[in-house]
């Protein structure tokens, strides 16, 4: 399964009510609070193995499904070339 | 940071790594001056060098479950140096967590080592669990930060050596690190507390406080509040073990009573209505042993669902330990509330566990929200 797929899945399992798709910015849809943001964090960080820096902690980075699998994807590449 | 420049700390404490070490320590350390800590009004220094003896300021050299069984057996004894060690666990956490190498460097080993004691700065006076409504300021200088505004009930203020600060920027709420000898802080002690009476809160002003660019701890911006939902879901978790640990306190010293007070010729424990009341302390300490449990695994797993357990654990063990003291000094009668009684500060304690960190009214917002999500799905 693709980070974008596990990551939508993990977003409507929460908000089960919410029509998500990948390019939707989840921000814009008002659901999102500083317990859900933590929840994703940890949720990324757990499923993919990857610790987000401070400095990849902005919201441009979480808005949509796609910008989060992107950071995923960035992140793993770091670690691969560590 | 006093604890190194006084005389070499007495002999005794030995290192606490788990359950077992914790209760031999709270046994021998703890018990038998934890009321006279609260009719002081302070914890002594000489229990804080035992507890940096034994490693108790340095909470992250364990795991979360352990954690969770080291402030049950703690708040076991007393919960002001509980709510000393909450606090200074929160404010280690969040360095690890989120501080630069920079800050760390500053600041980790003197914490773990309890040179330097963190306290937690969020509440104010008109400003509660209702974090949004804080109004002191973080305003962005052109060489760092300058804190302005009044923070209350601050656990262990009297005492601490850094502050954790949230405060308000432009943008959000941010995270500060105050060092408590910086100009501008003054703190003032608040005495004759219902609860947790030697746990020395104090109102801390911060007057124009200037501070570095590296004050900030965390990101900025939209992700600023996790720093918060992050050092008060830690906190949440070290209150409900706390709380557990009161359950057990009163269980135990029930027991004890019950089993040597006689009425009619008979034992208390012989009576139903005592038994029954016994009963519900082994149960609610045993069902809140297993929640809080579950949520230091979920930690330890770094599972988004410990946020919830967390919310489930100190909800569930305030309350039961509010219900249970109060049925703990029944059972003693008038000696449970004479000057002294174990039972009576249980009894004050335990309420204060629910309303800190997240009053009861807001934890069943919280559960009852995710409730209300899950049946919809």
């Given at each position: 399964m693709s980070s974008k797929t596990q990551i939508l899945d993990f977003i409507r399992g929460r908000y089960p009510q919410a029509e998500i798709d990948e390019s939707q910015d989840i921000f814009a849809l008002g659901f999102v609070n500083s317990l859900f943001a933590m929840e994703l964090v940890m949720f990324v960080e757990k499923t993919f193995g990857v610790t987000i820096p401070n400095e990849e902690l902005r919201i441009d980075n979480f808005r949509t499904a796609d910008a989060m699998s992107a950071l995923v994807a960035r992140l793993t590449s770091d670690l691969a070339v560590a | 940071m006093t604890l190194t420049s006084t005389a070499p700390a007495p002999a005794g404490a030995a290192p606490v790594t788990g359950r077992s070490s914790a209760r031999a320590f709270v046994d021998t350390h703890v018990v038998p001056y934890a009321d006279a800590y609260d009719s002081s009004g302070r914890v002594p220094e000489d229990l804080l060098r035992r507890a940096a003896e034994a490693g108790l300021w340095d909470p992250l050299s364990m795991d979360m479950v352990t954690l969770g069984e080291v402030h049950e057996e703690v708040g076991r004894g007393c919960s002001s140096l509980r709510s000393l060690l909450t606090v200074h666990t929160m404010v280690s956490w969040t360095l690890r967590r989120w501080g630069t190498d920079a800050q760390r460097d500053r600041w980790s080993a003197p914490l773990a080592a309890g040179d330097a004691l963190g306290a937690f700065c969020l509440s104010e006076p008109g400003a509660g669990s209702d974090a949004?409504?804080?109004?002191?300021t973080a305003t962005q200088t052109g060489d760092g930060w300058v804190i302005d505004g009044v923070k209350t009930w601050t656990t262990g203020g009297q005492r601490a050596d850094v502050f954790l600060v949230f405060a308000r920027t432009a943008t959000s709420i941010g995270a500060f690190l105050v060092p408590?000898?910086?100009?501008?802080v003054t703190v003032t002690p608040i005495d004759d507390?219902?609860?947790?009476?030697?746990?020395m809160l104090a109102t801390i002003t911060f007057d124009g406080v200037a501070l570095g660019p590296d004050a900030l701890l965390g990101p900025s911006g939209f992700t600023a509040g996790m720093v918060l939902t992050g050092t008060l879901d830690l906190g949440r978790y070290s209150v409900a073990a706390g709380s557990l640990g009161i359950v057990q306190a009163c269980l135990e010293a029930s027991a004890g009573y019950a089993a040597r007070r006689e009425v009619g010729g008979r034992p208390?424990?012989?009576l139903p209505l005592i038994q029954a009341k016994l009963s519900d302390m082994v149960t609610d300490a045993r069902a809140a042993r297993l929640l809080v449990a579950e949520a230091g695994r979920l930690k330890d797993a770094g599972e988004s669902a410990t946020i919830m357990a967390t919310w489930v654990a100190k909800y569930f063990a305030s309350t039961a330990a509010a219900r249970h003291a109060s049925e703990a000094v029944q059972i003693h009668g008038a000696s449970g509330c004479a000057p002294g009684s174990p039972v009576a500060r249980f009894y004050r304690d335990a309420k204060v566990m629910e309303i800190i960190e997240g009053s009861n009214e807001v934890q069943r917002i919280t559960i009852a929200g995710q409730a209300e999500r899950e049946t919809t799905r």
């Amino acid at each position: 399964m693709s980070s974008k797929t596990q990551i939508l899945d993990f977003i409507r399992g929460r908000y089960p009510q919410a029509e998500i798709d990948e390019s939707q910015d989840i921000f814009a849809l008002g659901f999102v609070n500083s317990l859900f943001a933590m929840e994703l964090v940890m949720f990324v960080e757990k499923t993919f193995g990857v610790t987000i820096p401070n400095e990849e902690l902005r919201i441009d980075n979480f808005r949509t499904a796609d910008a989060m699998s992107a950071l995923v994807a960035r992140l793993t590449s770091d670690l691969a070339v560590a | 940071m006093t604890l190194t420049s006084t005389a070499p700390a007495p002999a005794g404490a030995a290192p606490v790594t788990g359950r077992s070490s914790a209760r031999a320590f709270v046994d021998t350390h703890v018990v038998p001056y934890a009321d006279a800590y609260d009719s002081s009004g302070r914890v002594p220094e000489d229990l804080l060098r035992r507890a940096a003896e034994a490693g108790l300021w340095d909470p992250l050299s364990m795991d979360m479950v352990t954690l969770g069984e080291v402030h049950e057996e703690v708040g076991r004894g007393c919960s002001s140096l509980r709510s000393l060690l909450t606090v200074h666990t929160m404010v280690s956490w969040t360095l690890r967590r989120w501080g630069t190498d920079a800050q760390r460097d500053r600041w980790s080993a003197p914490l773990a080592a309890g040179d330097a004691l963190g306290a937690f700065c969020l509440s104010e006076p008109g400003a509660g669990s209702d974090a949004a409504g804080i109004t002191t300021t973080a305003t962005q200088t052109g060489d760092g930060w300058v804190i302005d505004g009044v923070k209350t009930w601050t656990t262990g203020g009297q005492r601490a050596d850094v502050f954790l600060v949230f405060a308000r920027t432009a943008t959000s709420i941010g995270a500060f690190l105050v060092p408590r000898d910086t100009p501008g802080v003054t703190v003032t002690p608040i005495d004759d507390m219902l609860g947790t009476r030697a746990s020395m809160l104090a109102t801390i002003t911060f007057d124009g406080v200037a501070l570095g660019p590296d004050a900030l701890l965390g990101p900025s911006g939209f992700t600023a509040g996790m720093v918060l939902t992050g050092t008060l879901d830690l906190g949440r978790y070290s209150v409900a073990a706390g709380s557990l640990g009161i359950v057990q306190a009163c269980l135990e010293a029930s027991a004890g009573y019950a089993a040597r007070r006689e009425v009619g010729g008979r034992p208390l424990a012989e009576l139903p209505l005592i038994q029954a009341k016994l009963s519900d302390m082994v149960t609610d300490a045993r069902a809140a042993r297993l929640l809080v449990a579950e949520a230091g695994r979920l930690k330890d797993a770094g599972e988004s669902a410990t946020i919830m357990a967390t919310w489930v654990a100190k909800y569930f063990a305030s309350t039961a330990a509010a219900r249970h003291a109060s049925e703990a000094v029944q059972i003693h009668g008038a000696s449970g509330c004479a000057p002294g009684s174990p039972v009576a500060r249980f009894y004050r304690d335990a309420k204060v566990m629910e309303i800190i960190e997240g009053s009861n009214e807001v934890q069943r917002i919280t559960i009852a929200g995710q409730a209300e999500r899950e049946t919809t799905r």
